[in-house]
Protein backbone atom coordinates (compact mmCIF):
# COMPACT_ATOMS: atom_id res chain seq x y z
CA UNK A 1 0.00 0.00 0.00
CA UNK A 2 1.39 3.06 -0.90
CA UNK A 3 -0.88 5.17 1.52
CA UNK A 4 -2.52 5.31 4.31
CA UNK A 5 -5.62 5.35 2.56
CA UNK A 6 -8.78 5.39 4.03
CA UNK A 7 -7.34 3.31 7.00
CA UNK A 8 -6.73 6.07 9.34
CA UNK A 9 -10.83 6.34 10.00
CA UNK A 10 -11.53 6.23 13.81
CA UNK A 11 -13.89 8.25 13.92
CA UNK A 12 -16.55 9.79 10.82
CA UNK A 13 -13.84 13.48 11.08
CA UNK A 14 -11.03 11.41 10.28
CA UNK A 15 -11.14 10.47 6.89
CA UNK A 16 -8.06 9.96 5.20
CA UNK A 17 -8.50 8.66 1.37
CA UNK A 18 -4.96 10.63 -0.05
CA UNK A 19 -4.25 8.05 -2.41
CA UNK A 20 -2.99 7.18 -5.79
CA UNK A 21 -3.46 3.71 -5.57
CA UNK A 22 -4.15 0.27 -8.13
CA UNK A 23 -6.34 -1.76 -6.50
CA UNK A 24 -6.57 -5.47 -8.46
CA UNK A 25 -8.92 -7.81 -8.25
CA UNK A 26 -9.14 -10.63 -11.07
CA UNK A 27 -9.26 -9.03 -14.42
CA UNK A 28 -9.74 -5.38 -13.10
CA UNK A 29 -7.47 -2.44 -11.68
CA UNK A 30 -8.91 0.32 -10.14
CA UNK A 31 -6.98 3.51 -9.21
CA UNK A 32 -8.23 6.10 -6.80
CA UNK A 33 -7.72 9.21 -6.79
CA UNK A 34 -9.02 11.78 -3.80
CA UNK A 35 -9.61 15.36 -5.63
CA UNK A 36 -10.66 17.43 -3.12
CA UNK A 37 -11.98 17.55 0.83
CA UNK A 38 -13.53 19.14 2.79
CA UNK A 39 -13.31 18.55 6.94
CA UNK A 40 -15.77 21.12 8.49
CA UNK A 41 -18.46 18.80 9.44
CA UNK A 42 -19.04 15.60 7.79
CA UNK A 43 -16.18 15.07 5.82
CA UNK A 44 -16.87 15.68 1.93
CA UNK A 45 -14.70 14.51 -0.62
CA UNK A 46 -14.72 14.63 -4.82
CA UNK A 47 -12.59 11.48 -5.79
CA UNK A 48 -12.75 9.29 -9.21
CA UNK A 49 -11.50 6.07 -10.06
CA UNK A 50 -9.87 5.17 -12.97
CA UNK A 51 -11.22 1.47 -14.14
CA UNK A 52 -9.23 -1.01 -16.55
CA UNK A 53 -10.05 -4.16 -17.41
CA UNK A 54 -7.24 -7.06 -18.67
CA UNK A 55 -4.85 -3.87 -19.08
CA UNK A 56 -7.28 -2.02 -21.64
CA UNK A 57 -8.89 1.62 -19.75
CA UNK A 58 -12.63 1.60 -19.40
CA UNK A 59 -13.04 5.02 -18.18
CA UNK A 60 -13.45 7.18 -15.01
CA UNK A 61 -16.09 6.89 -12.64
CA UNK A 62 -16.18 10.76 -10.97
CA UNK A 63 -17.96 10.19 -7.08
CA UNK A 64 -18.91 12.92 -4.75
CA UNK A 65 -20.27 11.97 -1.40
CA UNK A 66 -19.83 12.73 2.04
CA UNK A 67 -18.50 9.71 3.84
CA UNK A 68 -18.46 8.31 7.25
CA UNK A 69 -17.00 5.60 8.97
CA UNK A 70 -19.71 4.09 11.08
CA UNK A 71 -18.47 0.76 13.04
CA UNK A 72 -16.24 -1.25 10.05
CA UNK A 73 -18.62 0.17 7.25
CA UNK A 74 -17.63 2.89 4.70
CA UNK A 75 -21.02 4.87 4.31
CA UNK A 76 -21.16 7.29 1.37
CA UNK A 77 -24.01 10.13 1.96
CA UNK A 78 -26.03 11.92 -0.63
CA UNK A 79 -23.78 10.78 -2.96
CA UNK A 80 -23.46 10.95 -7.39
CA UNK A 81 -21.26 9.68 -9.64
CA UNK A 82 -20.90 10.05 -13.50
CA UNK A 83 -18.62 9.15 -16.55
CA UNK A 84 -18.24 5.20 -16.90
CA UNK A 85 -21.86 3.57 -17.65
CA UNK A 86 -22.38 0.39 -15.16
CA UNK A 87 -23.66 -1.26 -18.20
CA UNK A 88 -19.98 -0.57 -19.49
CA UNK A 89 -18.75 -1.81 -15.81
CA UNK A 90 -21.20 -5.07 -15.58
CA UNK A 91 -21.55 -6.68 -11.90
CA UNK A 92 -17.71 -7.99 -11.70
CA UNK A 93 -16.97 -4.39 -12.63
CA UNK A 94 -18.98 -2.65 -10.14
CA UNK A 95 -17.86 -5.27 -7.46
CA UNK A 96 -14.30 -4.58 -8.03
CA UNK A 97 -14.95 -0.91 -7.73
CA UNK A 98 -16.70 -1.51 -4.59
CA UNK A 99 -13.99 -3.56 -2.89
CA UNK A 100 -11.06 -0.76 -4.14
CA UNK A 101 -12.96 1.45 -2.42
CA UNK A 102 -13.87 -0.92 0.85
CA UNK A 103 -10.29 -1.58 0.91
CA UNK A 104 -8.66 1.75 0.96
CA UNK A 105 -11.25 2.34 3.63
CA UNK A 106 -9.99 -0.64 5.34
CA UNK A 107 -13.78 -1.03 5.54
CA UNK A 108 -15.68 -4.40 5.73
CA UNK A 109 -18.55 -2.94 4.01
CA UNK A 110 -19.84 0.06 2.21
CA UNK A 111 -23.47 1.96 2.15
CA UNK A 112 -24.38 4.25 -0.63
CA UNK A 113 -27.22 6.69 0.23
CA UNK A 114 -27.63 8.60 -2.91
CA UNK A 115 -28.33 11.78 -3.14
CA UNK A 116 -31.60 12.99 -5.04
CA UNK A 117 -31.19 11.70 -8.58
CA UNK A 118 -30.47 14.14 -11.21
CA UNK A 119 -31.14 12.08 -14.14
CA UNK A 120 -33.61 9.32 -14.89
CA UNK A 121 -37.83 8.59 -14.52
CA UNK A 122 -37.53 10.45 -11.21
CA UNK A 123 -35.11 13.07 -10.98
CA UNK A 124 -35.67 14.76 -7.53
CA UNK A 125 -36.32 11.28 -5.93
CA UNK A 126 -33.77 9.92 -3.75
CA UNK A 127 -32.81 6.57 -4.65
CA UNK A 128 -32.61 3.18 -1.77
CA UNK A 129 -29.82 3.05 0.09
CA UNK A 130 -27.40 0.07 -1.53
CA UNK A 131 -24.99 -1.79 0.66
CA UNK A 132 -22.28 -4.09 -1.08
CA UNK A 133 -21.66 -7.19 0.50
CA UNK A 134 -25.29 -6.94 0.34
CA UNK A 135 -27.17 -9.23 3.27
CA UNK A 136 -24.75 -9.23 6.26
CA UNK A 137 -25.46 -6.11 8.15
CA UNK A 138 -23.90 -7.08 11.01
CA UNK A 139 -20.61 -5.11 10.78
CA UNK A 140 -22.18 -1.52 12.38
CA UNK A 141 -21.22 -0.41 15.11
CA UNK A 142 -24.31 -0.36 17.48
CA UNK A 143 -22.85 2.94 19.33
CA UNK A 144 -21.02 5.03 16.81
CA UNK A 145 -23.75 7.36 15.68
CA UNK B 1 -21.34 37.24 -7.94
CA UNK B 2 -24.86 35.99 -6.16
CA UNK B 3 -26.72 33.74 -8.51
CA UNK B 4 -30.11 31.40 -8.16
CA UNK B 5 -29.44 28.27 -9.05
CA UNK B 6 -32.43 25.83 -10.73
CA UNK B 7 -32.80 23.13 -12.49
CA UNK B 8 -33.10 23.11 -16.27
CA UNK B 9 -32.35 19.75 -17.56
CA UNK B 10 -31.14 16.35 -16.30
CA UNK B 11 -27.71 17.00 -14.95
CA UNK B 12 -25.59 13.94 -16.56
CA UNK B 13 -22.39 15.15 -15.00
CA UNK B 14 -23.09 16.04 -11.03
CA UNK B 15 -19.70 15.68 -10.23
CA UNK B 16 -18.55 18.50 -13.00
CA UNK B 17 -21.49 20.63 -11.37
CA UNK B 18 -19.93 20.57 -8.25
CA UNK B 19 -16.17 21.13 -9.67
CA UNK B 20 -17.65 24.51 -11.49
CA UNK B 21 -18.74 25.97 -8.32
CA UNK B 22 -15.88 24.97 -6.49
CA UNK B 23 -13.54 26.21 -8.67
CA UNK B 24 -15.35 29.58 -8.67
CA UNK B 25 -15.01 29.84 -4.56
CA UNK B 26 -17.67 27.55 -3.23
CA UNK B 27 -16.83 25.59 -0.54
CA UNK B 28 -17.29 21.79 -1.77
CA UNK B 29 -19.56 21.59 1.37
CA UNK B 30 -22.09 24.25 -0.16
CA UNK B 31 -21.23 23.01 -3.82
CA UNK B 32 -22.21 19.26 -2.89
CA UNK B 33 -25.16 20.82 -0.67
CA UNK B 34 -26.53 22.96 -3.76
CA UNK B 35 -26.54 19.95 -6.14
CA UNK B 36 -28.36 18.09 -3.80
CA UNK B 37 -30.44 21.10 -3.59
CA UNK B 38 -31.18 21.84 -7.30
CA UNK B 39 -31.79 17.99 -8.06
CA UNK B 40 -34.30 18.23 -5.76
CA UNK B 41 -36.02 20.87 -7.97
CA UNK B 42 -35.12 24.12 -5.42
CA UNK B 43 -33.88 27.21 -6.10
CA UNK B 44 -30.34 27.67 -4.76
CA UNK B 45 -28.93 31.26 -3.86
CA UNK B 46 -25.26 31.13 -3.68
CA UNK B 47 -22.49 33.21 -3.83
CA UNK B 48 -19.53 32.69 -5.57
CA UNK B 49 -16.84 35.11 -4.81
CA UNK B 50 -13.92 34.23 -7.69
CA UNK B 51 -16.17 34.11 -10.87
CA UNK B 52 -13.53 35.38 -14.00
CA UNK B 53 -16.42 35.75 -16.40
CA UNK B 54 -20.00 35.65 -15.85
CA UNK B 55 -21.31 35.04 -19.09
CA UNK B 56 -19.11 31.81 -19.08
CA UNK B 57 -20.34 30.82 -15.97
CA UNK B 58 -23.54 30.89 -17.07
CA UNK B 59 -22.65 28.92 -20.16
CA UNK B 60 -21.01 26.20 -18.59
CA UNK B 61 -23.86 26.31 -15.78
CA UNK B 62 -26.69 25.49 -19.19
CA UNK B 63 -24.17 22.89 -20.29
CA UNK B 64 -24.65 21.27 -17.11
CA UNK B 65 -28.36 21.01 -16.99
CA UNK B 66 -28.58 24.25 -15.01
CA UNK B 67 -30.05 27.76 -14.69
CA UNK B 68 -27.84 30.45 -13.15
CA UNK B 69 -29.60 33.04 -12.59
CA UNK B 70 -27.87 36.73 -11.68
CA UNK B 71 -29.19 38.58 -8.72
CA UNK B 72 -28.03 42.15 -7.60
CA UNK B 73 -29.45 45.53 -6.96
CA UNK B 74 -30.74 47.73 -9.85
CA UNK B 75 -27.56 49.48 -10.66
CA UNK B 76 -29.29 52.62 -11.95
CA UNK B 77 -32.67 54.08 -9.91
CA UNK B 78 -33.82 57.77 -10.93
CA UNK B 79 -36.49 58.35 -8.36
CA UNK B 80 -37.35 61.54 -9.78
CA UNK B 81 -38.58 59.63 -12.96
CA UNK B 82 -40.43 57.01 -10.87
CA UNK B 83 -42.42 59.60 -8.75
CA UNK B 84 -42.82 62.01 -12.29
CA UNK B 85 -44.60 58.76 -13.66
CA UNK B 86 -46.97 58.26 -10.67
CA UNK B 87 -47.66 61.83 -10.55
CA UNK B 88 -47.26 62.53 -7.22
CA UNK B 89 -45.10 65.00 -5.10
CA UNK B 90 -42.25 64.04 -2.58
CA UNK B 91 -44.63 64.33 0.21
CA UNK B 92 -46.92 62.70 -1.32
CA UNK B 93 -44.96 59.63 -2.63
CA UNK B 94 -42.91 59.65 0.78
CA UNK B 95 -47.21 59.34 2.32
CA UNK B 96 -47.82 56.97 0.39
CA UNK B 97 -44.70 54.73 0.78
CA UNK B 98 -44.75 54.96 4.31
CA UNK B 99 -41.39 57.42 4.13
CA UNK B 100 -39.68 60.22 5.80
CA UNK B 101 -40.13 63.03 3.69
CA UNK B 102 -36.37 64.18 4.40
CA UNK B 103 -35.59 60.64 3.16
CA UNK B 104 -37.27 60.85 -0.17
CA UNK B 105 -35.63 64.43 -0.82
CA UNK B 106 -32.07 62.94 0.23
CA UNK B 107 -32.59 60.37 -2.16
CA UNK B 108 -33.79 62.56 -5.09
CA UNK B 109 -31.35 64.95 -4.44
CA UNK B 110 -28.38 62.49 -4.47
CA UNK B 111 -27.68 63.73 -0.82
CA UNK B 112 -27.42 60.21 0.42
CA UNK B 113 -26.25 57.39 -1.51
CA UNK B 114 -29.12 54.94 -2.22
CA UNK B 115 -28.20 51.65 -0.21
CA UNK B 116 -28.80 48.40 -2.05
CA UNK B 117 -31.99 47.60 -0.26
CA UNK B 118 -33.13 51.03 -0.78
CA UNK B 119 -32.73 50.55 -4.84
CA UNK B 120 -34.52 47.05 -4.45
CA UNK B 121 -37.42 48.73 -3.03
CA UNK B 122 -38.07 51.99 -5.28
CA UNK B 123 -37.31 49.12 -8.01
CA UNK B 124 -40.37 47.32 -6.51
CA UNK B 125 -42.01 50.54 -5.90
CA UNK B 126 -41.58 51.37 -9.66
CA UNK B 127 -42.92 47.99 -11.17
CA UNK B 128 -45.26 46.86 -8.07
CA UNK B 129 -46.39 49.73 -6.08
CA UNK B 130 -49.32 48.04 -4.75
CA UNK B 131 -47.20 45.40 -3.02
CA UNK B 132 -45.22 48.25 -0.79
CA UNK B 133 -48.64 50.06 0.25
CA UNK B 134 -50.17 46.51 1.20
CA UNK B 135 -47.39 46.32 3.60
CA UNK B 136 -47.23 50.33 4.80
CA UNK B 137 -50.89 50.24 5.29
CA UNK B 138 -52.42 50.15 8.57
CA UNK B 139 -55.56 49.65 8.35
Known amino acids: MAAEGLRNMSDENNVD ?48 ANLEVRGRELWMLEAHVHGLH ?11 VARAIMEDAGAEA ?30 TGSGDH | MALVLSLEAAITEPVNLVRLLVRNGMS ?34 RGLGVRGSRREPPQVVDLKSIRDRQRLTQQEFAVKYGLELATVRNWEQDRTKLSGPAKILLGVIERHPEMVEEVVEVC
Open chain 1, 17 to 64: IATLEAYRYKDWAISLTIEDDEFFGPPTFVFYLDVTKNGVPLGRLDVV
Open chain 2, 28 to 61: LRKAHDALNRVAQGVGVPVELPTVADADTLLADL
Open chain 1, 86 to 96: KGKLGREGLNA
Open chain 1, 110 to 139: IVIEGGARTTGARPGHTPQRFRYPSGSGAV
